[in-house]
């Protein structure tokens, strides 16, 4: 049981790249999660699943789009990355709307 | 709109000391509140969720509190070892997709 797992763990990218970071969960949940962690920020919201087939907008949605084809994979895409989404990125998941979410190890993304 | 508050940002605490950790939060409509813990580079270990209508949960040393009305929760941790040194963020749920508002976390150290 692997639990939620993170791919890449570390990328760079340049200011206008694109790229998609992929979370997976063997643990048949139903809701899964995309935060952002930033220094003196704490971790906010960015979007969210609800079931396969379903997204939502979090806190900070803007710059991104996700995509939940499969019930145990939720994708988080940057079309034309910024400095500013430089970050620790988690996602997370949860059987149901109000129980514990387990989270993954995180990708740590630079933009430059 | 929710503000979670987590002071002090950082404790250092010599080992066998109990560990007083404080979270509040301004709107008392939630749904429950988790504590976690954060090691240095690595995701989020669920510690504790409480449910609303719950006034504390208890794990081996440790012991969450929740006062809804009073807006708060604290986080006891009995006799500390060095191994509980790590950052513990606090969450609350405030709607009922389970989004998490997150506290900005308690550095914590113990020393030998």
């Known amino acids: 049981n692997a639990g939620v797992t993170q791919t890449p763990k570390f990328r760079v990218l340049k200011t206008g790249q694109s790229m998609t970071l992929l979370c997976a969960q063997d643990m048949n949940h139903e809701y899964m999660y995309w935060y952002r962690q930033d220094p003196g920020m704490g971790l906010r919201l960015i979007h969210y699943?609800?079931?396969?087939?379903?997204?939502a907008k979090g806190e900070v949605p803007d710059g991104y789009n996700v995509s939940r084809l499969k019930k145990q994979n939720f994708l988080l895409g940057l079309e034309s990355a910024a400095p500013s989404q430089t970050s620790v990125y988690f996602c997370a998941s949860s059987r149901g709307q109000q129980e514990t979410q387990y989270f993954g190890p995180g990708t740590r993304l630079l933009v430059l | 709109k929710q503000e979670v508050t987590q002071i002090p940002a950082a404790l250092s605490v010599p080992e066998g000391e109990n560990l007083v950790l404080n979270c509040s939060f301004t709107?008392?409509?939630?749904?429950?509140l988790q504590w976690f813990r954060q090691d240095p580079g690595k995701g989020l270990t669920s510690l504790l969720l409480?449910?609303?209508?719950?006034r504390e949960q208890t794990s081996g040393r440790l012991n969450a509190s929740l006062d809804k009305s009073s807006g708060r929760s604290t986080l006891y941790i009995a006799a500390s070892q060095p191994g509980d040194s790590a950052t513990y963020l606090c969450a609350v749920t405030t709607d009922s997709w389970g989004k998490l508002q997150f506290g900005a976390g308690t550095q914590v150290v113990v020393t030998p």
């Open positions: 699943s609800v079931g396969e087939g379903t997204t």
């Open positions: 709107d008392s409509a939630i749904y429950n």
């Open positions: 409480i449910q609303s209508s719950q």
